[in-house]
């Protein structure tokens, strides 16, 4: 797995390439949100439009993600999952927990919305 992050109105969007599977890409993507964060950019899109498939630790990353932007006053919210993604959010309950958006465009929207 690949990301690569952009800005759009005040949110971060990072963009997943490949499986999401954790491990390395847990720590790579863990000092890059601490980076934001010292620069106060505290709104996240996890964009999952080029993810084809993500196991536990995957799920694991994404949580310990979303866990590490609200502890520092943020959030992390979930942009094009595809049916199989939101299949294992759902079957996790984790759908309960992630605000999920059809669309970046929708995600970005919701934090403009909440301000």
């Known amino acids: ?24 890409d847990a720590v790579s993507l863990n ?8 620069e106060d950019k505290k709104n996240i899109v996890v964009d999952l ?5 993500m ?11 979303l866990t590490t932007m609200r502890n520092s006053g943020g959030d992390l919210r979930i942009a094009n999952p595809s049916p199989k993604i939101e299949e294992l959010m759902s079957m996790t309950q984790l759908d309960s927990v992630f ?3 059809n669309s970046t465009e929708e995600a970005v929207s919701s934090f403009e919305a909440q301000a």
């Open 99 to 101: 605000q999920n958006f």
């Open 55 to 65: 196991n536990s630790s995957g799920l694991g990353m994404l949580i310990g993600a």
């Open 1 to 24: 797995m690949s990301f690569n992050i952009s800005e759009r109105y005040n949110c971060i969007i990072i963009e997943f390439n490949g499986n999401v599977m954790g491990g390395p």
């Open 49 to 53: 439009s080029r993810v084809e498939m």
């Open 31 to 38: 000092e890059k949100l601490h980076e934001l964060i010292d």
